[in-house]
């Protein structure tokens, strides 16, 4: 690594921070449309034509713009990601991964690496903007656990564990249009999966089950549980007691499917597994990344007896056949 690579890091809170302005500002979606010219620019954003075009500047030298004889326009990257009429837009993310509660929990890292985590976790605003704004991120992961896991068109009862915005459960209603899903997460993030729900369709076959993971009874047996990016927010002890809770709610059979970040047993790679783990320690009380042999033994100490890891993300364990249920 250079002398400026490194300085470039040491200086990396400003490309989030000013992605996530220009994402506040609606700016990729404006030039995207074709205004391009600053003084337009600067009357439709409300904004001063300083500070307007110091952030066109600063994104075109970082790669985000293309700035012509003083015109701005988007790169072909850009158009694909950072422009809401695109339909693979990602740019709404940046406001949730670099809220002002992440950006400040980073800021007292080292008391934090001190005390081994934060003294809060996240609260319901931040779980209501990540339904809102992390749903695009979500869309193609949901939709490859469902190719792997949905192995029916018949009918079967799902529950969407935490659900946020629903994508996951929803994924599953889309591959079998014989699913029932039952969503719980608290009253307003369900209040946002509902509308993601409504959009897609799926009627009477998506229904909330509001509450909390621990102590909301799931009232039924399931053929399958989701548990998307979950188990990361707690301790080994939480998680074993919430994969028994769940063992209890499903069918003989039935299967509990887990989608996480999930290092290598080096904990420093994939780069992006292994970096959530310094997110857990930022934001959360007791959040980690797990191995895949950390879930499997929580997963066989909750009572699971078969435990496969389905692809990057997806780990599937199954209740024993003949499990005896109350
Ligand atoms: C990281 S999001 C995951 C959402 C979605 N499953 C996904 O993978 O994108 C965590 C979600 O867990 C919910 N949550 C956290 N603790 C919970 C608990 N004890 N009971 C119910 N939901 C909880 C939050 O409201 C939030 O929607």
Redesign the pocket.
């Known amino acids: 690594m250079t002398a400026q690579q490194l300085i470039e890091d040491f200086r990396a809170f400003e490309r989030s921070l000013a992605l996530r302005a220009a994402m506040e500002l609606d700016l990729f979606t404006r030039i995207g449309a074709g205004t391009g010219r600053i003084p337009v620019l600067a009357s439709d954003s409300r904004v001063s034509q300083h500070g307007i075009s110091v952030l066109c500047d600063y994104l075109t030298a970082q790669g985000h713009l293309i700035k012509q004889k003083g015109r701005y326009s988007l790169t072909p990257n850009s158009r694909k990601y950072l422009a809401s009429s695109s339909p693979t837009f990602i740019g709404p993310a940046v406001r949730f991964l670099a809220n002002n509660e992440t950006v400040k929990a980073f800021c007292q890292l080292r008391e934090r690496v001190k005390r081994g985590g934060s003294r809060t976790s996240a609260n319901g605003s931040e779980?209501i903007n990540?339904?809102h704004w992390?749903a695009p991120l979500?869309r193609p992961v949901a939709e490859s656990m469902a190719e792997v896991i949905v192995t029916t068109r018949g009918p079967v009862t799902v529950l969407d564990l935490?659900?946020?915005?629903g994508l996951?459960g929803l994924a599953v209603a889309a591959r079998n249009p014989s699913a029932q899903i039952f969503a719980?997460?608290?009253p307003p993030?369900l209040a946002v999966a509902a509308e993601n729900a409504r959009r897609a369709g799926v009627g009477k076959r998506w229904k909330r089950l509001p509450?909390?993971?621990?102590k909301t009874n799931f009232g039924r047996l399931y053929d399958l549980i989701l548990a998307?990016?979950?188990a990361h927010?707690f301790d080994e002890t939480e998680n074993i007691r919430l994969f028994a809770k769940c063992l209890a709610a499903l069918k003989p059979g039935g299967q509990l499917v887990l989608?996480d970040f999930v290092p290598n047993p080096d904990r420093v790679s994939p780069v992006a597994d292994a970096s959530f783990a310094l997110t857990m320690l930022a934001t959360t009380k007791h959040g980690k990344v797990y191995t895949f042999k950390e879930y499997s033994s929580m997963l066989r100490a909750a009572g699971f007896s078969s435990v496969r890891r389905l692809d990057r993300w997806v780990i599937r364990s199954l209740s024993p056949k003949k499990i005896a249920h109350p």
């Open positions: 779980w990540f339904a992390m979500a935490a659900a946020g915005h996951y719980l997460d608290s993030v509450g909390d993971v621990f998307a990016n979950l927010h989608v």
